[in-house]
């Protein structure tokens, strides 16, 4: 019972990492109704970004995070604003071929630069650390991954729902050209959208490096994780991103407990039956 309880807790933490891979995409989906194919390569790209960092300052991953963080926000502004804003229309083709042609030259790149060799973040002895909880012991590191994702979709809301920058993503969200006709330039609030996301997409990069080790062809599997999350907890649900990565990561761990080689499976059949049940996710986002 008790090697049950911890399959479950660990998918519970677990979760927290898909939440953040997810956050990213569900924001973008929700302001432009854009699926970025590339969103597992820049997660990717993060994690090598963070090891560069780490490995030339001599550094923490966490330190390392306060220069990954903000060199990602302004690769997402450059990137929406030079290529995928040139992109975005009635047709949903377009940004799709792009953001696939991106991912492709992201994976490309991170080959020539860095070799398949797997790689991995240290985090010291943080990633060993635990904690006694009753019968079950509690990773130090998975927890405060957990509590990262917490408070960024918290932050997120906040943002979306609370500032200024956040009324302009909803109203271009709701309505382009009567935002545009009000004064609001969507193309800049776009960027500004893309460059928040890519911020996540720092921060789940550098949590990703430091659990796990790492490639440049692992981000089509980190994509349709997120993805997953983003579908189970409802399109454009922030809060709902959170509760998709939580099942998805407790159908993982239990899948795996049942057989080792269902881990993936069991996420995935997990994902189907939310889909067959709630074609719009558990918590889709209402609109007003």
Do not use: C
């Not at 990633?127 to 990262?148: D, N, R, W, Y």
């Not at 990565?245 to 069991?266: C, E, N, R, S, Y």
């Amino acid at each position: 019972m008790i090697e049950w309880a911890n399959a479950v807790l660990q998918g519970i933490l677990l979760g927290g990492l898909y939440a953040l891979f997810a956050a990213g995409l569900s924001l973008i989906f929700g302001v432009m109704r854009l699926v970025n194919i590339a969103h597992g390569d820049l997660i990717v790209l993060a994690a090598y970004l963070g090891l560069s960092t780490s490995v030339t300052l001599g550094v923490h991953p966490f330190v390392a995070l306060l220069i990954v963080l903000p060199l990602m926000a302004a690769v997402g502004y450059a990137l929406q604003r030079g290529l995928l804003n040139r992109t975005l229309g009635p047709d949903i083709l377009p940004p799709l071929l792009v953001t696939f042609g991106l991912s492709v030259i992201i994976q490309n790149a991170l080959l020539e630069g860095y070799t398949a060799d797997p790689q991995k973040l240290s985090a010291g002895p943080l990633e060993t650390a635990s904690i006694p909880l009753g019968e079950l012991s509690v990773g130090v590191m998975p927890l405060l991954t957990f509590g990262i994702a917490v408070a960024v979709i918290a932050g997120l809301q906040w943002i979306f729902y609370a500032t200024g920058l956040g009324r302009g993503f909803r109203a271009v969200s709701d309505n382009q050209e009567i935002a545009q006709l009000m004064g609001l330039n969507k193309a800049h609030v776009f960027g500004l959208a893309m460059a928040l996301a890519l911020a996540v997409t720092a921060i789940a990069g550098i949590l990703l490096g430091i659990r796990t080790s790492f490639d440049p062809s692992i981000g089509g599997g980190r994509l349709i994780f997120g993805f997953e999350a983003v579908i189970i907890g409802g399109l454009g649900s922030l809060w709902g991103t959170l509760a998709g990565g939580v099942i998805l990561g407790v159908a993982q761990t239990v899948g795996a407990k049942i057989d080792p080689g269902w881990q993936l499976l069991a996420g995935h059949i997990a994902f189907l039956l939310v889909l067959a049940v709630r074609p719009n996710g558990l918590f889709p986002r209402v609109e007003h």
